[in-house]
């Protein structure tokens, strides 16, 4: 690990990033490959299906906005990665429209279920891309994160607003259109078949801390990340989590 500072973006993926890195290592070792097929269903710009590319992974971005597959060709490009990273214009819940039905040894589907019709068909979908034995990188937002995040800002009617909706939504200006519990997250992972491998906090402080605090104070990001990566596997503060990861694994 260097010496520098780590830059403040890394608390949001840090946890998740190690959690997938390790996911990924296992799974070349289990198959005696190093380059993998990796999916990334709503990846985006890229910010994960990049560095998984420059892991030395080959990797297939699925999303419906032509603008970020624009985006993530010129970051590939950036990186270096222009030939592992493939960007095709698609959507979860119509996936085997455009990829390959069990072609691939990891799905990663991260801030995605939040924005879909039907998270359970979404995460289906995800399951059966994935070869035996697969991994399954889930990422969604966290409903106790928000009902905190509304408290601390003094919104308490908001708060539990998001509590009681069954979408777990603080109001009408809400951009997020569903947030999840840890429980409903790994029911959805169960219920599509898969084992549920571990379950892991995301940003349980990172976006309560004010920003002079960690920006101003020597070692501070460092601090929060080891923070961070503490508690994530703690039960007690998945609970308020701002995101909420699960790692699955298909049954071989
Ligand atoms: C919050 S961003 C997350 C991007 C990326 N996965 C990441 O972690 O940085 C949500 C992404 O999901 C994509 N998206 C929205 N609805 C989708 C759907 N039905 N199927 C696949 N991707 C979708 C959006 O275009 C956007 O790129």
Redesign the pocket.
């Known amino acids: 690990m260097s010496d520098q500072p780590r830059p403040r973006a890394s608390l949001r993926t840090a946890v998740v990033w190690e959690v997938l890195k390790d996911a990924l290592d296992r799974r070349a070792k289990a198959t005696g490959r190093d380059t993998l097929d990796v999916l990334?269903?709503?990846?985006?710009?890229?910010?994960?299906a990049v560095p998984v590319a420059r892991l030395g992974h080959r990797v297939t971005v699925?999303?419906?906005?032509p603008n970020?597959l624009f985006a993530l060709e010129r970051r590939a490009a950036e990186d270096g990665v222009a030939e592992r990273v493939s960007g095709v214009q698609?959507?979860?819940?119509g996936l085997f429209d455009v990829v390959e039905r069990g072609g691939y040894d990891a799905v990663?589907?991260?801030?995605?279920l939040?924005?879909?019709?039907d998270p359970a068909e979404?995460v289906r979908n995800a399951v059966d891309a994935l070869r035996p034995a697969g991994a399954l990188s889930l990422?969604a937002a966290g409903l106790g994160g928000a009902v905190l995040a509304r408290a601390l800002a003094g919104h308490f009617t908001e708060a539990r607003h998001a509590l009681s909706d069954p979408a777990g939504r603080w109001g009408d200006g809400d951009p997020v259109p569903r947030r999840f519990s840890a429980e409903q997250l790994t029911g959805l992972v169960t219920a599509a078949g898969m084992e549920v491998g571990a379950v892991h906090g995301v940003r349980v402080f990172a976006d309560l801390v004010p920003g002079v605090l960690v920006d101003t104070e020597p070692g501070a990001v460092d601090a929060l990340l080891k923070l961070e990566a503490a508690v994530a596997e703690l039960p007690s503060f998945h609970a308020v989590a701002t995101q909420l990861h699960v790692l699955g694994e298909k049954r071989a």
Do not use: K
């Open positions: 990334d269903t709503g990846g985006g710009t890229g910010n994960f699925v999303d419906p906005s970020a698609g959507d979860v819940l990663l589907c991260h801030g995605v939040e924005y879909v019709d979404g990422l």
